[in-house]
């Protein structure tokens, strides 16, 4: 089985880094030293050994099965978490991915697992995000989650220096060998189970296509595609190209979802429209506004009490419930620095 193509190549007995300055130097480490762990092969050296119609038949029948979810919360870290995920499906969204999580640790630490990756029979469907590097450790993974979700989703497309120094997320485009290795080796390794994939944009688009194409092939069944570049972010993120988002649905024939760019309901039509794809993904337009999907205004203040309701319902981790709470709240007390600062102290105990 596939699991072989890392343990071929030796995979290290990777420990948490002794006196490591944060979790988040320790994660970053461990995932660093699995991605030195295995030596890409390609699909040259490992060939897909599906057939790519029933493999298109198949996608189409899963996304079909889960009701053709147009209106979907993107992975977040800390942030689509149960709480909120269940108060999303509330105002219709219509498919929930977990935030992302690191297969290293994820494989290794029993607490990490319980701690990051709660569910319930209600909070379906559901996709499970990793950023994986290694395929032999994503599959391990995986193995894990496939009873408590509806897929398992690889992360190409994480922008920030934290993956860049962990070499995973938007930083293994630049690695398609290792890219289709990992696609690969969950696709024949969970014995038929979904796996998706989300990913950015190339400055140009018949690479992006090229890209998109590969992790088709690979075995993807649904194709996320972020119209940005991973050097748009933060302040510099700027407008989503959903034209080449349009090109990837134009060229692939398993579903493809568009992110990026989706503020509000009439952006999240405007963008099914314009990019041709079959549903479309916000990420920071819910967590301004948790309704969007819904059409439905909420005031700022109702929508944080709502929050809180569902935190405690779910038992929230109190580091992922402040940043909720000010992003609903950020349309209120952004003229307001004062309120902003007293937020910015709040102490939330367990």
Request: include cysteine; proline fraction near 7%.
């Amino acid at each position: 089985p596939p699991p072989a193509v890392g343990q071929r190549r030796g995979l290290a007995d990777v420990k948490m880094a002794k006196g490591a300055p944060d979790p988040v130097a320790r994660i970053n480490a461990a995932q660093t030293d699995d991605a030195k762990a295995y030596v890409p092969l390609g699909p040259d050296e490992f060939k897909a050994s599906f057939d790519k119609e029933e493999h298109v038949r198949r996608a189409w029948e899963h996304w079909e099965a889960l009701g053709s979810p147009r209106w979907i919360m993107a992975p977040m870290v800390d942030q689509s978490e149960l709480a909120f995920r269940m108060m999303g499906r509330k105002y219709d969204c219509d498919l929930c991915y977990t935030p992302m999580l690191h297969s290293k640790i994820f494989v290794e630490a029993p607490k990490y697992r319980k701690e990051y990756l709660t569910t319930i029979p209600e909070d379906r469907p559901l996709v499970v995000q990793f950023c994986a590097n290694n395929p032999a450790t994503v599959l391990q993974a995986a193995r894990h989650v496939t009873d408590k979700c509806d897929a398992v989703d690889l992360n190409f497309g994480c922008p920030q220096d934290i993956a860049r120094r962990g070499k995973y997320g938007a930083f293994l485009m630049d690695d398609p060998h290792r890219v289709h290795d990992l696609i690969l080796t969950l696709k024949e390794g969970l014995g038929g189970f979904p796996v998706w994939i989300k990913m950015r944009v190339f400055d140009d688009t018949s690479k992006t296509v090229d890209f998109a194409r590969m992790a088709e092939a690979a075995g993807a069944s649904v194709v996320c595609v972020h119209g940005r570049t991973r050097q748009q972010k933060g302040n510099r993120a700027g407008p989503a190209d959903w034209a080449k988002v349009r090109a990837v649905k134009a060229a692939l024939s398993v579903p493809v979802i568009c992110n990026g760019g989706v503020e509000t309901l009439a952006d999240a039509e405007r963008c099914l429209a314009e990019s041709g794809c079959d549903a479309v993904m916000s990420a920071n337009g819910l967590l301004a506004r948790p309704g969007l999907f819904s059409g439905r205004p909420i005031d700022p203040v109702d929508a944080a009490r709502e929050y809180l309701d569902y935190a405690i319902e779910f038992k929230a981790h109190p580091r992922m419930i402040r940043p909720h709470i000010f992003c609903m709240m950020l349309p209120m007390i952004k003229h307001r620095p004062d309120l902003m600062a007293r937020l910015g102290r709040v102490s939330i105990d367990k």
